[in-house]
């Protein structure tokens, strides 16, 4: 993967954990004295071994980390010069999820060794969809789930996940997400089998794309 996502981990913990908890996982991850930059793509493994460190050291789990850095990463790229890009995906949590492949082909133009995962998503009514996930890469899911909280967030939305279908039975995943303006999703009105993934934003259902205020990639 790239270094702009291990800086991204490096970042997430370093801001919610302390430095000496990066320098920890640093050192058990054995990628102490590599300096990521963002364009240069590292073994998948550098990765996979930062999450595993990072479970070790912070006592969580694998998927724990996985969401957290799903939904974090959401902020971090916004903030780290891709914001321009962002807010040409779409002006709404449906929207933005349909134009996720076509993101990734804007992104391909500047990183040439990336391999994305592909998204394809179908609406069921004005508040349920489905997500399916395909990846070449093993045991991400968690942090899609973590993708989808922190788009929601952005969106202002209420979501509700269920992980119907699972790579090892089909060889991608699906996702059904209830989505609702803030705080509008009641617990009783979830279909049974749901995770309720609150998110909080105090503005209320946004009309335009939130990352439309952020600078333009470098």
Known sequence: MYGIVNKGIREMVISQY????WKQISVQAG????VFTNM????DSVTYDLVGAAAEVLDISAHEVLVAFGEYWISYTAQAGYGAMLSLVGNSFP????NLDNLHLRVGSTYRELDPPSFK???????????EYHS?????????LGLLQ???KSFSRDIAVK??????????DEFVVQHTAWKALDEKMQPEGMDSQQVNNESGERKTCPFSGFGKSN
């Open 40 to 43: 240069h793509a590292y073994d």
């Open 136 to 144: 070449n890469r093993e045991g991400l899911s968690s942090l899609v």
């Open 95 to 98: 929207e933005f999820l349909k």
């Open 121 to 131: 998503c179908t609406e069921i009514d004005e508040t349920m969809l489905v997500l």
């Open 150 to 152: 922190g788009l929601a």
């Open 31 to 34: 990628c102490e004295a590599i």
């Open 18 to 21: 302390g430095l000496d908890a």
């Open 163 to 172: 992980h119907t279908v699972k790579r090892t039975n089909r060889g991608y």
